[in-house]
Each structure stands twice: as C-alpha cells, then as structure tokens.
C-alpha cells in the first residue's frame, strides 16, 4: 500500500508493550542509491536530548494512529549504528530537490513521495511545477521507473514525451 510522506514526518512510534507513544519519527532516513528508507530519525519522548534512530526492519505496521513497534529498545543511539554511518551523515532530503530532464529541461521541485510501507521503497514522486507553467500543464508525479540519476543536487528524469503528438498519432 502507497503512502503519502507527509503521514511519515513528525509521526508518533507507538509501543505495543505499553500501548503508548514512545518517540516521534521526525524524518525518514532515505538511501539516495535505491530510493529506499532506512529508517526515521527520532525524537524520544522520555529524553529529548538524546538523537535515535529507528529502523525499518524494526517496524511492526503502521496504522493512522502512527508507528508500532515493539517496545522502546528498538530505538537506537544514531553512533550506535555503524551500517547507516555514511545514509546518516549524508542527510540525504528528497523534498525540494530540483527534476531536471536528460535534455536539461527544468521540470519544478519534489514537493511529496510515496513510499510503498511493505518494502519501504520509494515509488513514486511528486512534481511541483514553477507558477507559470502550472497554469498550462497539471502537477506531475514521476514513477521511480522515470528516475535516471539522483544527484546531491537535483534529480534527472527521462525525457518527457509530448502528449500533444501521441495525441494526434492515435487520431490518424
């Protein structure tokens, strides 16, 4: 099942021993390299000075009421966590991150995501295009399958095709 970003930051990680929320999962941790979260970066509800990390193998489901986890020791010290040392120092952000075209044609900004929750993978992005041409042309949601290279700055997507002459193509 697809899931809009905006419901994964600032979400409440809920124990299923005590039933109650134990953290808030700020941001997701996301691997530039195959567009999948890791993990959330986490604030604890117990210890706001401590940064922890929970990570996807730990989830359990999510729900509308937020995360369910086990209990409160599947969040772990952000040092504690050797393998994601390098995703977290990166601090990779997909939100905001200019779409460029193979052909350099500046398509707008990612304004939201879809995460499929079972696999944690990204498939889905969503375009918002610069004023002028949203009045013209629909918002744009690109399928990772689009997705040629993902830089520190920006994101290359395949070639757009015009509709207009796949239009008139098929009327012929």
Request: glycine fraction near 4%; charged fraction near 25%.
């Amino acid at each position: 099942m697809l899931q809009l970003s905006s419901r994964l930051f600032n979400c409440p990680i809920l124990s299923l021993r005590t039933g109650a929320v134990i953290a808030t999962a700020t941001e997701p941790i996301i691997n530039p390299n195959n567009l999948k979260i890791e993990g959330f970066y986490c604030e604890d509800r117990f210890d706001k000075k401590t940064s922890l990390i929970l990570l996807y193998q730990d989830i359990r489901e999510v729900i509308p009421q937020g995360i369910v986890v086990n209990d409160h020791e599947v969040l772990a010290n952000k040092d504690d966590i050797i393998r994601l040392r390098d995703l977290i120092d990166l601090h990779f952000s997909l939100l905001g991150k200019p779409v460029v075209t193979e052909s350099k044609t500046r398509i707008g900004k990612v304004n939201d995501f879809a995460v499929e929750l079972e696999s944690m993978f990204i498939q889905k992005l969503y375009v918002a295009q610069a004023l002028r041409k949203s009045l013209t042309v629909s918002a744009l949601s690109v399928d990772r399958t689009q997705i040629v290279e993902i830089t520190d700055r920006k994101i290359i997507i395949n070639d757009l095709e015009q509709t207009s002459t796949i239009g008139a193509a098929a009327v012929a």
